[in-house]
């Protein structure tokens, strides 16, 4: 996605409050990002920019996202390629 990266979840049912959680995680496993989340059923789109809010860039390279479901981890990896104009 242009906008950032885009991360897909499914919730059967509601969730409760701190039953659910996700993380961003650079190469070395610091956390970037801990976006917060719909806990409704359904199927929910949460965005992440790599930019920021300071619109500092991170890195070329791969990275992980970590869903948490009453204590249940997910984790999934993904790329972020290097900007063309910056080459």
């Known amino acids: 996605d242009p906008a950032g990266v885009r991360i897909t979840y499914h919730l059967a049912k509601k969730v409760e ?17 801990e976006p917060s989340l719909a806990r409704g059923s359904g199927l929910h789109r949460v965005y992440w920019n790599p930019a920021g809010r300071r619109r500092a ?8 996202v970590e869903l948490t479901l009453d204590g249940h ?11 063309p104009r910056d080459l």
């Open 17 to 33: 409050k701190g039953a659910l959680g996700l993380r961003i995680l650079n190469a070395a496993g610091d956390v970037l990002a």
């Open 57 to 64: 860039r991170v890195s070329a390279g791969t990275y992980k």
């Open 73 to 83: 981890v997910e984790t999934r990896s993904f790329t972020i390629l290097s900007d």
